[in-house]
C-alpha cells in the first residue's frame, strides 16, 4: 500500500478521509515498517538500535522481541492483513516455493481459465465455409499470377526494335559529270 496506492494519492493531492481503514495513522504495522531499512536483498538494518540481519523475517522478530512498546501502539488499532480477502493478498502474494516469482506470472494466468475464455472468443466456422473460403482464395491467386505471366510473355513479344540499330541508308547522291 505504501509503495503503490499512497503515492497515487499524493500525487494527486487527495488526503485520505480519517474514516477510511486504509489511512496509514491507523495501520498497526506503520512504525514497524518506518524501523526497516533495506540496504540489499539480504541486508536489512534496525533504524532504532543499529543492528543488521539477512533476513526480513529475522529483523521482524528482533522488532517484536526487542522493540515490541516503541513499533506497536495502542492507537493504531487497523492490521491491513484482516483486508486480504478484499485486497486479494492471497493473489498478490508470491509463492516461494516456486522461487520469487511475480505475482502476474502464476497467480492470475491460469492456461485452464483462458482456455475457456479462449472458446468462447472463437468464430465458429462450417468445414464447406473454410473449403469455399480456400478455393477462392486459390482461383483469385491463379488469376493475378495469369494476368501477370501473359502481360509479360506480351511485352516480350513485341520487342520494338530501336530506330538507332537499324542502320541508315546513305543516300548515294549521284553525280553528273
Same mark, same amino acid.
Given at each position: 500500500m505504501r509503495k503503490v496506492i499512497f503515492p497515487l494519492f499524493d500525487y494527486t493531492d487527495v488526503?485520505?478521509?480519517?474514516?477510511?481503514?486504509?489511512?496509514?495513522? *491507523?495501520?498497526? *504495522?506503520?512504525?514497524?515498517?518506518q524501523m526497516k531499512n533495506k540496504i540489499s536483498d539480504y541486508d536489512w538494518e534496525c533504524q532504532m538500535c543499529g543492528k543488521r540481519f539477512y533476513t526480513e523475517k529475522s529483523f521482524d522478530s528482533h522488532i517484536g522481541n526487542r522493540h515490541k512498546i516503541n513499533a506497536y501502539s495502542q492507537s493504531r488499532t487497523i492490521c491491513l492483513a484482516s483486508y486480504c480477502p478484499l485486497l486479494r493478498c492471497s493473489v498478490l502474494k508470491p509463492d516461494f516455493a516456486y522461487g520469487n516469482q511475480m505475482f502476474w506470472d502464476e497467480a492470475l494466468c491460469e492456461t485452464g481459465s483462458f482456455s475457456?475464455?479462449?472458446?468462447?472468443?472463437?468464430?465458429?466456422?462450417? @468445414?464447406?465455409?473454410?473449403?469455399? @473460403?480456400?478455393?477462392?482464395?486459390?482461383?483469385?491467386?491463379f488469376t *493475378?499470377?495469369?494476368?501477370?505471366?501473359?502481360?509479360?510473355?506480351?511485352?516480350?513479344?513485341?520487342?520494338?526494335?530501336?530506330?538507332?540499330?537499324?542502320?541508315?541508308? +546513305? +543516300? @548515294?547522291?549521284?553525280?553528273?559529270?
Open positions: 488526503v485520505i478521509a480519517d474514516q477510511c481503514p486504509f489511512n496509514p495513522k *491507523y495501520d498497526i *504495522y506503520a512504525v514497524h515498517e475457456d475464455i479462449s472458446k468462447q472468443c472463437e468464430v465458429k466456422t462450417s @468445414t464447406l465455409q473454410k473449403f469455399l @473460403t480456400a478455393f477462392i482464395l486459390t482461383v483469385g491467386l *493475378y499470377y495469369s494476368v501477370i505471366f501473359m502481360r509479360l510473355s506480351l511485352s516480350f513479344c513485341r520487342l520494338r526494335v530501336s530506330s538507332l540499330s537499324i542502320p541508315h541508308r +546513305r +543516300r @548515294t547522291i549521284a553525280r553528273s559529270d
